[in-house]
């Protein structure tokens, strides 16, 4: 059976299931778009995205297709070849909180067929895929999971804003509970993907997930304790790391910034050490202090912040504090679990008055007390500090250093020695 005769029910239509949907689309699938929040739905129907990697001409191309539709209702998704199911798998009270998942599976359970393809691709622990998510499969259908329908598993590895790494073009883990399953899923996402990796068995293929991302989340949690040893030290970090960087093997460069943000670092590795916990009875370590040190972050910029101030024998409560970037990454408006955030909550709890600047989050709902403005030269000379906590693009950076009277720059963005570093 092609492409064109196959029907494939993406649930949750977020960062990561929406664009997976469009992309189906684009290879010939027929495709329902399963998301159960109602305005996201009315968004969509009228082309309005809320994902930075599709437009508002992807989404009414993609309709126009005849091959894609949206819906809140699970039971119109019936007769589906293939369903992959993107939701949300965030942390509550510090444990992972599989409800979406859970709900998701069971809403879909009674709409297998024989025959059918169900991949799991939220992030998760190892273990979801064939304890959770098969055993509520099977119980509201009726059937097999293995035999009668198709389970795998597939991490999505989404990176907001990457113009270079899409989603066609990275490489693609590909599992399933046994090789008929892997297979099944393989073969699907190799019809719009450049790449798929097969990997032996789910749990490796949710470990994979997790490992990446702990990886990340430690290296970064080395360079930022680093950083904060050497501006005690009086030693440049960023020197240091270039140097370093010449050394054609054994070293890989991470920087130093005012945290970590988005869906994964802040929270994959806390999976990790949960299961570790549940299964082993031992906590990893290492994995706990790297997520203390990454979270301790914006704490450390507002402390670097607070000592700029007194240097000029200024306090919080008299200051005027000009924040460029919100988002947690450049050229993006993805403001989850941002460290800007973070920096701008601290300040206001100091007294700080806050005023920032992020032409991509503009209109998005923020805290009240934080005041939107433009980058002008009479915003710049009027902060007594501007700090630079997320570098996008379209900032004028030259006028940030002639124009404020004191600058932070936590993402080493700005060229002249006289800016204060992270």
Same mark, same amino acid.
């Given at each position: 059976?092609?492409?064109a005769?196959?029907?494939v $029910? +993406? &649930? =949750?239509?977020?960062?990561?299931?929406? !664009? /997976?949907?469009?992309?189906?689309?684009?290879?010939?699938?027929?495709?329902?778009?399963?998301?159960v929040?109602?305005?996201?739905?009315?968004?969509?129907?009228?082309?309005?995205?809320?994902?930075?990697?599709?437009?508002?001409?992807?989404?009414?191309?993609?309709?126009?297709?005849?091959?894609?539709?949206v819906?809140?209702?699970?039971?119109?998704?019936a007769?589906?070849?293939?369903?992959?199911?993107?939701?949300?798998t965030?942390l509550t009270?510090?444990?992972?909180?599989?409800? $979406? +998942? &859970? =709900?998701?599976s069971?809403?879909?359970a !009674? /709409?297998?067929?024989?025959?059918?393809?169900?991949v799991?691709?939220?992030?998760?622990?190892?273990?979801?895929?064939?304890?959770?998510?098969?055993?509520?499969?099977?119980?509201?259908?009726?059937?097999?999971?293995?035999?009668?329908?198709?389970?795998?598993?597939?991490?999505?590895?989404?990176?907001?804003g990457?113009?270079t790494?899409?989603?066609?073009?990275?490489p693609?883990?590909?599992s399933g509970?046994?090789?008929?399953?892997?297979?099944?899923?393989q073969?699907f996402?190799?019809a719009?993907?450049?790449?798929?990796?097969a990997v032996?068995?789910t749990?490796?293929?949710?470990?994979?997930?997790?490992?990446?991302?702990?990886?990340r989340s430690?290296?970064?949690?080395?360079?930022?304790?680093?950083?904060?040893?050497?501006?005690?030290?009086?030693?440049?970090?960023?020197?240091?790391?270039?140097?370093?960087g010449?050394k054609?093997?054994?070293?890989?460069?991470?920087?130093?910034?005012?945290?970590?943000?988005?869906?994964?670092?802040?929270i994959?590795?806390?999976?990790?050490?949960?299961?570790s916990?549940?299964?082993?009875?031992?906590?990893?370590?290492?994995?706990?202090?790297?997520?203390?040190?990454n979270?301790?972050?914006?704490?450390?910029?507002?402390?670097?912040i607070?000592?700029?101030?007194?240097?000029?024998?200024?306090?919080?409560?008299d200051?005027?504090?000009l924040?460029l970037g919100?988002?947690?990454?450049?050229?993006?408006?993805?403001?989850?679990?941002?460290?800007a955030?973070?920096?701008?909550?601290?300040l206001l709890?100091?007294?700080?008055?806050?005023?920032?600047?992020?032409?991509?989050?503009?209109g998005?709902?923020?805290?009240?007390?934080?005041?939107?403005?433009?980058?002008?030269?009479?915003?710049?000379s009027?902060?007594?500090?501007?700090?630079?906590?997320?570098?996008?693009?379209?900032?004028?950076?030259?006028?940030?250093?002639?124009?404020?009277?004191?600058?932070?720059?936590?993402?080493?963005?700005?060229v002249?020695?006289?800016?204060e570093?992270?």
């Open positions: 059976m092609s492409a005769q196959k029907t $029910a +993406v &649930i =949750g239509q977020g960062y990561v299931g929406l !664009p /997976l949907a469009l992309q189906a689309v684009r290879a010939g699938f027929h495709v329902i778009g399963v998301e929040n109602e305005e996201r739905v009315r968004r969509l129907r009228h082309h309005d995205s809320y994902v930075e990697d599709v437009s508002d001409l992807d989404l009414m191309n993609a309709f126009d297709s005849g091959r894609y539709r819906t809140s209702d699970f039971g119109e998704a007769g589906f070849d293939i369903a992959v199911i993107s939701v949300p965030p009270n510090g444990e992972p909180d599989l409800s $979406a +998942v &859970i =709900g998701s069971t809403s879909l !009674p /709409l297998i067929t024989p025959g059918a393809v169900v799991l691709e939220s992030t998760t622990y190892p273990g979801t895929t064939e304890d959770v998510v098969a055993p509520l499969l099977e119980e509201g259908s009726g059937l097999k999971a293995g035999e009668d329908f198709a389970l795998g598993y597939s991490p999505e590895r989404i990176d907001p990457n113009a790494w899409t989603f066609a073009k990275t693609k883990l590909v509970i046994n090789e008929s399953s892997r297979i099944a899923v073969e996402f190799d719009f993907v450049d790449r798929t990796v032996s068995g749990r490796e293929a949710e470990l994979a997930k997790l490992l990446e991302n702990t990886f430690v290296n970064i949690a080395l360079v930022n304790e680093t950083a904060m040893f050497a501006a005690d030290m009086g030693i440049d970090i960023w020197e240091a790391i270039r140097a370093a010449t054609p093997f054994g070293f890989m460069a991470f920087t130093p910034g005012p945290g970590v943000g988005g869906h994964c670092l802040p994959d590795p806390i999976y990790l050490d949960w299961l916990r549940e299964r082993t009875g031992r906590s990893l370590g290492f994995v706990n202090l790297a997520n203390d040190i979270r301790g972050m914006p704490g450390y910029v507002v402390q670097r607070g000592d700029a101030l007194k240097k000029r024998d200024r306090v919080f409560a200051s005027r504090v924040l919100l988002s947690y990454k450049a050229n993006s408006a993805d403001m989850r679990e941002s460290p955030m973070d920096v701008a909550l601290k709890e100091a007294g700080a008055r806050v005023r920032a600047v992020d032409p991509c989050v503009d998005l709902p923020l805290d009240p007390r934080i005041e939107m403005t433009t980058l002008t030269e009479e915003e710049l009027a902060a007594d500090v501007t700090v630079l906590l997320t570098d996008h693009d379209s900032f004028d950076y030259d006028l940030v250093e002639s124009a404020s009277q004191h600058v932070f720059d936590t993402r080493n963005r700005l002249s020695r006289a800016v570093r992270i």
